[in-house]
């Protein structure tokens, strides 16, 4: 299996199963509700775990939570870990609705401040880190591949976190000091304080899959500063870390990138309540993993409409499909996970069996549950059959209005008729 890796700007092999693979994806920040673009490594990383199962590989998926960050501290002052906790439940319960089950772990920063601090007291020993005024920084100049992930000269690299008293510019903070308005820290050896983002991530990755593993994901916003950083962290007191490194491309909403914190989201919760979640999960089917996807009604719509044509082949005879059908959708994944490409494969499939193999790998098995209505629903539609027998059009247009305000809808057909769920 080859996957593109933004390290190397290349198509990347996998070893051979059984791997075994580790795969870290850097979660939400917890300070309101995911929106829809927040949930697009979710579902990716979700999938490829399953995928990679489904070849024989053993797989440990990790996806962490955010839940002490300075835009948390900006949304609650003062009240910050009762809004990441709040939070925290809101994106498992959203993200739970997607159908798709959880990962293997999901580590909070909070649990893993011990193992961020030894880090950090590590590179401090290294001479990679130093502390002012009980804050701690990276020093940048230091790293001599810093820059390579994102390609960004580390000569022009520009101040994250302005401090007059840092010894460079570039430097990043891996500790911060207690300053009013934060009501969560920990004391360490440098004084009460909290962790900065990036120092958590290197931390939570080793304490959950060991100083290497092999792929690294997350949103195609975290190559810089956030994974640049990481790599730093890591590799100057030695951990290999990740091997591969996957960043999943951006949604747009009307041709602009989705973001929270410029007001142009579209809540995962109420696109689920919206929409569905077999619609939402084939919306992401069809765009490339590491590409942009736009969002909108109309392609909601789409998807939508292809869901139900899914439906509709569970609703007819199954069809053999041609010798090596499952082979080609395998080469499809196989070959950079590319779910457009698969996604068309399967819709030349009229076999039950082979096409419910393939949409249970997506969470999408429901696809071809059977739907049976209810007794009182099939007696209205035969009453209304029986009406347009005796040619009395307006009860029968009657009984039809009936059957659809009950969430029906009911189809002619030369043997009587059929009733299909609306959606």
Known sequence: ????????????????????????????????????????????????????????????????????????????PDASAALAARATQWYMHDTGDLGLGMPDEMPLATESIPEIVALIEELVAEGYAYAVEGDVYFRVARFAAYGRLSGQRPDQVEEQEPNALKEDPRDFALWKANKPGEDTWWESPWGRGRPGWHIECSAMAEKTLGPAFEIHGGGLDLVFPHHENEIAQSQAVGRPFARVWMHNGMLELGGDEMHKSVGNDVSLRNVLDTWGREATLVFFLGGHWHGPLDFSDAVMQGATARADGFREIFRNPSEAAPAEAWERFAAALDDDFSTPAALAIMHEWRDHDLLLRALRLFGLESLADADVAPDEVVALAERRTAARAA?????????????????????????GFRLVRRR
């Open 1 to 76: 299996m080859r996957l593109y890796d933004t390290l190397t700007r290349s198509l990347v092999e996998l070893p051979p199963p059984p791997g075994p693979i580790g795969m870290y994806v850097c979660g939400p920040t917890v300070y309101q509700r995911a929106h829809i673009g927040n949930a697009r490594p979710f579902v990716v990383f979700s999938w490829l775990r399953n995928w990679l199962r489904e070849q024989d590989y053993d797989v440990m998926f990790v996806h962490n939570v955010t839940d002490v960050n300075d835009r948390i501290y900006d949304a609650a």
């Open 391 to 415: 040619r009395d059009f307006p009860d029968a247009d009657r009984l039809r209005a009936e059957i659809e305000a009950a969430g029906w809808d009911v189809r002619d057909q030369a043997d």
